[in-house]
């Protein structure tokens, strides 16, 4: 067997071995998360409800937790392990510190995870039904925060370890450009390391102290500003490893190469620079920050919009390339040359066109003016369900489906499948994501079981609520029906026999690392650039926030993990249910 | 054509052309209902853009067969 014809798992079987454990983890979440996505959309359009409403917000917990944290990290993590191996031709300095990192991230997940489930259970008296957004006044059990802090320990440690890796093969390749994929991973995690001092201080210093009795109050504000700090680049730790595949494996699957190598490089520094000093932007309504830095946030957070858009070109770019290449010819003809019939081709282009869609809305998220109108709205899902569910989970089930081989030897068990469950995914999510982002214009809110009021019609410019909540329940049918088809078809290709020859190359792009000047490699510049962004950001912020509430409040209860805990503004409740303290 | 051949072979762009145009179509919905307040009936519009848009297909696909058994 050549060279060209080893696959990752022929070449690097232990290293092939820790990607598919981590893949393991993510899909498992995935699946998970899925049910819990579909309770939830039957429950709220009271199409079908399987759980009492109390239960809604350990479903919905779970659902954000599993599919945002777990899903995306896990895969993440595979992916870059693969990604760093693959471009340096090199393994991990040592494999056994690799193998420690993720045992320590899976088992942090499975401590948050378990925490969050414990909550279907009344009689246990553990519960973390504090949503993924986890900032005080909800308080979760002590074991929820533990477990989140062993999970982040893991995702710091496996960038020491691809840190670690890169240095070592600089000392041997002291000229070289850093290979792309590894230069995307090292500032996905300079970024990561950034964006996690705050939920670090958040978490080690004010929720799980407070969660153990402790100390006896927090700041919210303090808090969830602390969130939003981790909160927002949060989203492009998810988003980077899709924009790794669409920059170097989607110009193969078209039949071309990548356009623009240094493009690519300037896109992934903009994430380091921008995307932590923007957070506030999730703050709009919030009082106790003053509008000036809510205006900073939110002038930055359009600046964000530049790498955006560039990878819109150079993804394109690439895209109508390999077209070409494959002998589209017109202005638009070239579409059709495209495989339209590789899962792992559609799948990535059609996520890749939501993200478009995505990427308005999200502009009408940042703008503090017409923030006001989506506040708290279902629109917000609709947004993120068109980013990260759509752009982030779609491209890592698309990306599986070529990764697959590389990483087991065997093929998948059916193309066709693969190609009906992404297009099942663009089909559902535009019926879902339309229905939510209607209904949040007129109003309907976000993150309730119940959002029907009683006694209170929405008003709606056409159609009907009626109509928007079967849409939504259609749509996320077709999303869990597609979830279904993306596990089953990867647990039957299991069963396929090994066969060998299977390697495949990612091509050198049209323009490579040498039309860019040497200082984008600049890891330390970034680094620090981006800190100091984030200092500008957030110091007068913090320092007002502290100044006026206090480093840990002005007191008042946490608000209980369970409906019927012990929170004084539901005695009403409780007579009404006839419940006592 | 032969007798055992199914009258439309999957193909992939003809697949993703059809979800995305129903898709199109679905969103063109929304903008008629919000931006200039015309409130077309869900079901019957939608189903009548996937019959028309099935029809385009199999056209399609007739004439791409055609064609290539004519080279």
């Known amino acids: ?581 | 054509m032969n007798d055992g051949e199914p009258i439309v072979k999957t193909r992939g762009g003809l697949l993703v052309a059809w979800a995305f145009l129903l898709v199109f179509g679905f969103e063109l919905r929304t903008a008629l209902g919000l931006f200039l307040g015309l409130d077309v009936p869900a079901v019957p519009y939608l189903g009548t853009l996937a019959i028309v848009l099935t029809l385009f297909a199999v056209l399609a696909d007739f004439q791409r067969t055609s064609a290539q058994r004519g080279a």
């Open chain 1, 1 to 581: 067997m050549s060279v060209e014809q080893e696959t990752f798992a022929d070449r690097y079987p232990e290293e092939a071995e820790l990607v598919r454990r981590s893949f393991l983890v993510a899909f498992t979440a995935l699946g998970l998360g899925a049910l819990f996505g579909i309770i939830q959309a039957l429950h709220r359009t009271n199409v079908l409800r399987l759980i009492p409403s109390t239960d809604y917000y350990t479903v919905l917990t779970a659902h954000g937790v599993l599919l945002v944290i777990v899903f995306t990290i896990f895969y993440l993590v595979g992916l870059y392990q693969w990604a760093v191996t693959r471009s340096l031709d090199r393994s991990p300095t040592n494999i056994n510190f690799t193998r420690s990192w993720l045992t320590l991230m899976t088992i942090g997940s499975v401590i948050t995870g378990v925490t969050i489930l414990l909550g279907f259970v009344d009689q246990i008296g553990i519960s973390a039904d504090v949503l993924f957004t986890f900032y005080a006044p909800l308080q979760a059990h002590p074991l929820f925060y533990t477990g989140l802090v062993v999970f982040i320990i893991g995702t710091w440690l496996a960038g020491v370890d691809w840190f670690r890796t890169w240095l070592h093969w600089k000392q041997d390749n002291p000229d070289e450009r850093i290979p792309l994929q590894t230069f995307m991973v090292l500032t996905t995690m300079i970024m990561w390391y950034v964006a996690t001092i705050g939920v670090a201080i958040a978490v080690l210093f004010f929720l799980l102290p407070w969660s153990l009795g402790l100390i006896d109050t927090v700041n919210p504000l303090l808090t969830r500003t602390l969130f939003w700090f981790f909160g927002h680049p949060v989203v492009y730790f998810w988003l980077l490893p899709a924009y790794m595949l669409w920059y170097t494996v989607l110009p193969k699957l078209a039949g071309g190469r990548l356009f623009s190598d240094p493009l690519a490089r300037v896109v992934f520094v903009l994430f380091v620079l921008l995307s932590t000093p923007v957070g506030i932007h999730h703050q709009y309504v919030d009082p106790g920050i003053a509008e000036g830095f809510k205006f900073i946030a939110m002038t930055n957070t359009m600046f964000l919009l530049l790498p955006s858009l560039l990878t819109a070109f150079t993804v394109v770019a690439s895209m109508e390339h390999g077209a070409r290449q494959r002998g589209g010819e017109g202005l638009f003809g070239w579409l059709t040359a495209l495989p339209w019939r590789d899962p792992a081709f559609t799948g990535m282009a059609l996520a890749g066109l939501m993200f478009a869609a995505g990427g308005f809305s999200g502009m009408i998220n940042a703008g503090m003016n017409i923030n006001y109108l989506v506040h708290n709205t279902i629109w917000v899902p609709g947004h993120f369900h068109l980013t990260v569910g759509t752009a982030v989970a779609l491209t890592m089930m698309a990306g599986t489906y070529w990764l697959w081989p590389q990483l087991t030897n065997r093929r998948l068990y059916s193309r066709p499948i693969g190609l009906f469950q992404v297009v099942t995914w663009f089909g559902g999510m535009a019926l879902m994501s339309n229905s939510m982002h209607v209904a949040g214009l007129y109003g309907v809110p976000r993150r309730t079981a119940e959002p029907q009021y009683s006694g209170f019609e929405f008003q709606t410019a056409f159609g009907s609520i009626a109509e928007l909540n079967i849409q939504l329940a259609v749509g996320g049918t077709l999303l869990f029906i597609s979830t279904l088809l993306f596990l089953g078809n990867l647990t039957l290709s299991l069963g396929n026999p090994k066969v060998e020859g299977m390697g495949q190359s990612l091509p050198e792009p049209l323009s490579g690392p040498e039309d860019s000047p040497r200082v984008l490699d600049n890891m330390k510049l970034w680094a620090g650039i981006a800190l100091v962004l984030v200092l500008l950001a957030y110091a007068l912020p913090l320092g007002a926030i502290i100044q006026n509430g206090g480093l840990f409040g002005t007191g008042g209860d946490a608000y209980p993990v369970s409906v019927l805990g012990s929170f004084d503004g539901l005695d009403a409740v409780r007579e009404l249910l006839g419940v006592g303290r």
